[in-house]
Every structure is written in C-alpha cells, then in structure tokens.
C-alpha cells in the first residue's frame, strides 16, 4: 500500500511539472537571429565589462566595479536552451549559477548585479545577443568515469 501511496504522489508531482498554464512558455518562439549582429550587440551594450565570450575578450579596467568577469559559452555537458539564454537577459535574478550565486555577481540578498536592459534593448538586439551567445556554447557529452576493478 505504501508503495501505491508513494508512486501516486510522484506521479502527481511530474505531471505538475507539465503545466500548460498561463505562464506556461509553451509556444513561445523568436526568429532566428544573426549571430554577427548579435556579437556587435554583445560590444555595443557593454556586456564585456563583465563578460568574455568567444573571441570577445573582457574590457579591463583599474577600476572596483569591473571585478566581476563571468566567461560565457565554452564546452558544457548541458546545452544552454534558448528560452534559459533570453530569460538570463532579461530577468538576471531569476537564476543565478550555483558558482555565482554567493559571489562578486550578487547583493546580499541574491540579486544579480547584473544590469537590466530591458529599457534599451530592442528586440531584434535580443534575437541576435542570443544567436551569437548559442552559437558560443560546444555541448561536450558527458564521459562516465571509467571503473578500475581489480
């Protein structure tokens, strides 16, 4: 019986992750961008103050506030989607990576120091930051650890 009880419980808790509700990003999609408009996006905005990515290298600065440096894109075992990439543009905060999340990117309270560019940013420039930052990422299989038994 407990195992009914149980099986029934998780069963419940994945279909709730199947949610079709009106937050729901199901069916949402942008067009293809242009991952040379998208690196002169990535430039243009400043996001190298903080960032390097690709062949676009981090500014340096003397000064306190550039102390942040988070490298983008590189070899990763799970791919960045597209719908993780936009919703790191555009609400940082929502979640931060657990090396980052205690970090020089955060207030105190768990805020990204990132800056919001919602306001500046068209949406065009967003296809495209989004296009160059994809194309930056190489999904690296995962290798199991080989197992030596004597």
């Not at 983008?72 to 597209?82: A, F, P, Q, S």
Request: glycine content about 10%; aromatic content about 8%; overall charge positive.
């Amino acid at each position: 019986m407990k195992r009914v009880t149980i099986f029934s419980v998780l069963f419940v808790i994945i279909l709730s992750g199947c949610d079709d509700g009106p937050k729901s990003g199901r069916g949402f999609t942008l067009p293809d961008g242009d991952m040379d408009r998208g690196r002169a996006v990535f430039v243009e905005l400043g996001c190298n103050a903080c960032h390097s990515v690709g062949n676009v290298k981090q500014l340096t600065t003397d000064l306190a506030e550039n102390s942040i440096s988070v490298k983008l894109g590189g070899k990763v075992t799970l791919i960045k989607t597209y719908g993780q990439l936009v919703t790191s543009i555009v609400n940082p905060s929502h979640r931060l990576a657990g090396r980052y999340s205690d970090g020089p990117v955060s207030t105190p309270d768990g805020k990204s120091l990132m800056r919001n560019y919602n306001d500046v940013m068209t949406v065009n420039q967003l296809i495209d930051l989004v296009a160059f930052l994809q194309a930056n990422y190489e999904l690296q299989p995962y290798q199991r650890p080989s197992v030596y038994l004597n």
